[in-house]
């Protein structure tokens, strides 16, 4: 069970957003999952931000994505 635990910081600067958009994804529940590690304390899964970059991709900006019809 030896997962990469990325900070709020370590995720954004992987996803190229700033920390603040994330915890708003993270409010909405529109972000990649992630491990609360204590009562203010959030992590991300390396593996987690991997799976929610390919839940985004898109072949046209038409494209409503997976499971939208």
Known sequence: ???TLLTTAEAAKELNVSQRTLETLRYRGDGPRFVR???RTVRYPADELDR???TRLRRSTSD??????
């Open 64 to 69: 409503p994505g997976p499971g939208i019809a």
């Open 37 to 39: 590690v204590g009562r």
């Open 1 to 3: 069970m030896a997962q």
């Open 52 to 54: 929610y970059v390919q």
